[in-house]
């Protein structure tokens, strides 16, 4: 049994993530704490609490708002990529259930303490809040089971800037604290999401027509992706970050190659901020910090989800 803790900035696929956690037979969702990053913070917070409702889970699995702005740098949110609740426009109601009075960071390092090496931390937003919890409590770096984040590029584009991707780009201070803590974390990057975790139009069309409530759910909170990767990026696809790092989470095996890499974030420069460097020759003479996923199994990915949308479970 996983337990986990998630770490989100509850938009699009985010969500979708969120769902897989709460409907696997092979996971215990323990806490999620939200992080500033994709839209207001608010609105992530209850994003975060409509899913937990949605999945049938109301009340059991408690949501921790943590930081609502990055350890020093300015950002920007991007409802332009997610609509304006960060659910598609869907404008789902408010969740019954209503999040902790206790901060995020506090949650991380009370639950790490009490759980040594039990748990696996997900992190699929700006890592402002476990590098909070680790500046606190350095010793929690070593008491996680597992760690994996979705964030930086192993040599691929930027997809919010050409040099970064938007989760070390929002916050990179935190991802440098995060790569230099001890913490021995799994990189599922960027490029692992548009080699292998794409749904083109044709693909979506067939999932919509699958008809059950998870499938529509899927295609609601994508929905704005749809238009902007049409209008942006000029393919008709929505883009699944989160949710095939949570695939990877809950089946090693949908990772198909991993590499132990040093990385680096760049958190001096403006141009490049947040832009990721995987030392890939070891030029850089540093121990390797970080498992780089290198490749992964769409089939067994998409899998996954089918199974979700088909039986509501996975
Ligand atoms: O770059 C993609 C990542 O940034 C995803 O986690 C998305 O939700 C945003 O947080
Ligand atoms: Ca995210």
């Given at each position: 049994?996983?337990?986990?803790?998630?770490?989100?900035?509850t938009?699009?696929?985010?969500?979708?993530?969120?769902?897989?956690?709460?409907?696997?037979?092979?996971?215990?969702?323990?806490?999620?704490?939200?992080?500033?990053?994709?839209?207001?913070?608010?609105?992530?917070?209850?994003?975060?609490?409509y899913?937990?409702?949605?999945?049938?889970?109301?009340?059991?699995?408690p949501?921790?708002?943590?930081?609502?702005?990055?350890?020093?740098?300015?950002?920007?949110?991007?409802?332009?990529?997610?609509?304006?609740?960060?659910?598609?426009?869907?404008?789902?109601?408010?969740?019954?259930?209503?999040?902790?009075?206790?901060?995020?960071?506090?949650?991380?390092?009370?639950?790490?303490?009490?759980?040594?090496?039990?748990?696996?931390?997900?992190?699929?937003?700006?890592?402002?809040?476990?590098?909070?919890?680790?500046?606190k409590?350095?010793?929690?770096?070593?008491?996680?089971?597992?760690?994996?984040?979705?964030?930086?590029t192993?040599?691929?584009?930027?997809?919010?800037?050409?040099?970064?991707?938007?989760?070390?780009?929002?916050?990179?201070?935190?991802?440098?604290?995060?790569?230099?803590?001890?913490?021995?974390?799994?990189?599922?990057?960027?490029?692992?999401?548009?080699?292998?975790?794409?749904?083109?139009?044709?693909?979506?069309?067939?999932?919509?027509?699958?008809?059950?409530?998870?499938?529509?759910?899927?295609?609601a909170?994508?929905?704005?992706v749809?238009?902007?990767?049409?209008?942006?990026?000029?393919?008709?696809?929505?883009?699944?970050?989160?949710?095939?790092?949570?695939?990877i989470?809950?089946?090693?095996?949908?990772?198909?190659?991993?590499?132990?890499?040093?990385v680096?974030?760049?958190n001096?420069?403006?141009?490049?901020?947040?832009?990721?460097?995987?030392?890939?020759?070891?030029?850089?003479?540093?121990?390797?910090?970080?498992?780089?996923?290198?490749?992964?199994?769409?089939?067994?990915?998409?899998?996954?989800?089918?199974?979700?949308?088909?039986?509501?479970?996975?």
């Amino acid at each position: 049994m996983e337990r986990i803790i998630l770490d989100t900035d509850t938009a699009g696929d985010d969500n979708i993530a969120l769902l897989m956690a709460l409907k696997s037979s092979k996971a215990r969702l323990e806490a999620v704490t939200i992080n500033c990053g994709n839209i207001n913070f608010d609105q992530q917070v209850e994003n975060a609490l409509y899913t937990i409702e949605f999945a049938g889970m109301s009340g059991k699995v408690p949501v921790y708002p943590g930081a609502r702005h990055p350890l020093l740098r300015d950002w920007r949110t991007v409802e332009n990529i997610h609509g304006k609740d960060g659910m598609g426009n869907s404008f789902f109601p408010k969740a019954k259930q209503r999040p902790e009075p206790k901060h995020a960071v506090d949650a991380i390092i009370e639950l790490v303490n009490s759980n040594p090496g039990e748990l696996t931390f997900v992190e699929i937003a700006p890592m402002t809040n476990i590098a909070l919890a680790l500046r606190k409590d350095p010793s929690i770096a070593k008491k996680f089971k597992s760690f994996y984040f979705m964030g930086g590029t192993n040599q691929y584009l930027g997809n919010v800037t050409p040099a970064a991707e938007f989760n070390f780009w929002v916050d990179p201070d935190a991802a440098k604290i995060v790569l230099h803590s001890g913490l021995k974390p799994t990189m599922v990057g960027w490029e692992i999401c548009m080699r292998h975790g794409l749904f083109f139009g044709e693909e979506l069309e067939k999932v919509r027509d699958i008809g059950t409530k998870e499938a529509e759910f899927f295609y609601a909170v994508n929905r704005q992706v749809r238009t902007f990767m049409r209008r942006e990026r000029g393919i008709d696809a929505i883009s699944c970050p989160d949710s095939i790092t949570m695939a990877i989470v809950l089946d090693r095996k949908v990772a198909t190659s991993t590499k132990n890499r040093f990385v680096e974030v760049d958190n001096e420069s403006e141009i490049s901020r947040g832009a990721c460097y995987v030392d890939e020759y070891g030029v850089l003479g540093k121990k390797p910090n970080v498992k780089v996923v290198y490749e992964a199994s769409e089939k067994r990915f998409k899998d996954m989800l089918y199974r979700l949308f088909r039986e509501g479970r996975i």
